[in-house]
């Protein structure tokens, strides 16, 4: 803790870091540890990073070249450009059957700075903003930064994590300013349903509540149709989807992404980006332009490998009595629940990667609730995942339950 009084030596700092961090900060820790244990000679299988291993589709990085080669290196309009945000509104336009506009749309660099920036345009001091955990580490940071309190909604694993809107009900209080939703899911990769959404939706009308629906996975959504809250055209007031082509193009290191809600929010967000100077690259957003309004054949191929290698690795998994596996609908991650050894996931996966040399992430990233629990990526092909239950068997059977 700094001493604000302290007379000599640096300035104090702001307490925004020291807000937004804490314990879940500790999720990178067994990364880096592997990565050092791989510099010193270890082989390490990494099932812990979301970041796919396909390369980017060849005619989304033509056209990066391209248009680097026309000059397009220039300041981009802070609101993204008109050719990529109407490319936007016309892919949400095919999916709902209603017409969205451009004037919809603000780009961001990345999906998590479109969360942020919504979240400080919908949420204040003092108010409150309902989390459903498991979430994504940086859900608090994200939630917090602008000063809000956070409520956590425990899902339950006994439904493989999927939306309980009663419970969500009950921690509604007067403050509620927003409730930040993430299907499918990171870590749990589960797929909210339809009915859910619905039920969810009608709530937050009624109580005048905002809803942040972070679609990054939704074009990697194995088992049926996807569906967002932006399918409810009575609830569209109430709703701000942000997503990217990061994960369904494996573009994560391109760093763009958007949110698209009411137009009167769009304007929030374009004034929130013109004061903090957001912006991304032209050759980017027109590259991403080229995938949206001409689909590479192969990003379907990749959601059919990742398909494949969810399977492989949860019937996989799934032979381990030991382990309990919750196959996700979506993603790129499954939870698996190790309490059964007798251990908690952080020990497990750090006698994983200690034993075995895999690195996978302990569950206490994501909430008090997933704390028995490790999330295991199918980022690699099914030779490497193979591999890796069977070393994941070998270290099970080390423990004496």
């Excluded at 056209?63 to 397009?72: F, Q, V």
């Amino acid at each position: 803790m700094v001493d604000c009084n302290h007379k000599t030596g640096a300035p104090p700092f702001s307490r925004l870091t020291e807000r937004i961090s804490g314990p879940r900060s500790r999720e990178w820790d067994i990364t880096d540890r592997a990565a050092s244990m791989e510099r010193g000679g270890r082989q390490i299988i990494h099932l812990g990073i979301g970041d796919p291993d396909f390369d980017t589709p060849k005619s989304i990085v033509d056209s990066a070249i391209r248009h680097l080669g026309e000059s397009r290196t220039h300041y981009a309009p802070v609101p993204g450009e008109i050719d990529l945000r109407t490319a936007i509104a016309a892919e949400y336009s095919t999916r709902t059957g209603d017409p969205f506009l451009y004037e919809q749309v603000v780009v961001f660099p990345g999906a998590q700075t479109a969360l942020f920036a919504a979240m400080l345009c919908l949420s204040g001091p003092g108010d409150e903003v309902i989390l459903l955990e498991p979430f994504y580490a940086t859900y608090e940071g994200v939630a917090c930064g602008g000063g809000a309190n956070i409520v956590t909604v425990p899902l339950s694993e006994e439904t493989h994590f999927g939306l309980d809107v009663a419970r969500v009900a009950d921690a509604i209080t007067d403050k509620t300013r927003v409730i930040l939703t993430n299907s499918p899911g990171n870590p749990t990769g589960a797929v909210f349903a339809e009915n859910d959404w619905r039920e969810l939706a009608e709530l937050c009308l009624e109580k005048g509540i905002w809803i942040i629906s972070d679609e990054v996975y939704s074009g990697l959504t194995y088992d049926g149709a996807y569906f967002s809250p932006l399918n409810i055209q009575d609830a569209r007031s109430n709703v701000v989807v942000v997503s990217s082509v990061s994960k369904s193009h494996a573009m994560t290191g391109w760093r763009l992404g958007w949110a698209i809600g009411p137009p009167q929010l769009a304007m929030h967000l374009n004034t929130l980006s013109q004061s903090l100077v957001f912006g991304v690259s032209q050759f980017t957003q027109d590259a991403v332009t080229e995938a949206l309004l001409n689909p590479p054949a192969e990003v379907e191929q990749m959601k059919r490998r990742f398909k494949s290698r969810r399977d492989c690795l949860c019937d996989a998994l799934e032979k381990i009595p030991e382990l309990k596996v919750h196959r996700p609908g979506g993603g790129m991650f499954a939870m698996i629940d190790v309490s059964a050894l007798g251990c908690d996931g952080e020990q497990f996966a750090n006698d994983l990667l200690d034993q075995e040399g895999i690195a996978v992430v302990p569950g206490f990233a994501f909430g008090d609730s997933a704390t028995n629990c490790i999330r295991i990526g199918f980022l690699q092909d099914e030779a490497v995942i193979k591999k890796a239950v069977e070393k994941i068997a070998r270290s099970v059977g080390g423990y004496t339950v």
